[in-house]
Nanobody, 115 residues
Framework: QVQLVESGGGLVQPGGSLRLSCVASVNTFSRYVMAWYRQAPGKQRELVAFITSGNYIDYADFVKGRFTISRDNTKNTVYLQMNNLKPEDTAVYYC?????????WGKGTLVTVSS
């Protein structure tokens, strides 16, 4: 059973940066497709970015050029570097781990972009 723990959220001003981390408690981390989702108040959860076991990466259009996803398999960790943050990026950000037949969610970390 995979467990995911996110960290790095907080309050930041527009134009600022944050780096989110997600640590997975699993021995086969490198085999997982890792992703970040977000859910703003009153809205559905949406995919932000994902990275496969082979390091294929893709982003939602609304974060392309601003956010960077990466993984460190030696630390069982996936990161989301968020730059040039906008108020509309305010949301709870969730880590997601997927492999054949299983999907696991973290509890989320809140990102608030406000002046």
């Amino acid at each position: 059973q995979v467990q995911l723990v996110e960290s790095g959220g907080g309050l930041v001003q527009p134009g600022g940066s944050l780096r989110l981390s997600c640590v997975a408690s699993v021995n086969t981390f490198s085999r997982y497709v890792m992703a970040w989702y977000r859910q703003a108040p009153g809205k559905q959860r949406e995919l932000v970015a994902f990275i496969t076991s082979g390091n294929y990466i893709d982003y939602a259009d609304f974060v392309k050029g601003r956010f960077t996803i990466s993984r460190d398999n030696t630390k069982n960790t996936v990161y989301l570097q968020m730059n040039n943050l906008k108020p509309e990026d305010t949301a709870v950000y969730y880590c997601n781990a997927k492999t054949s037949g299983t999907t696991t969610w973290g509890k989320g970390t809140l990102v608030t972009v406000s002046s």
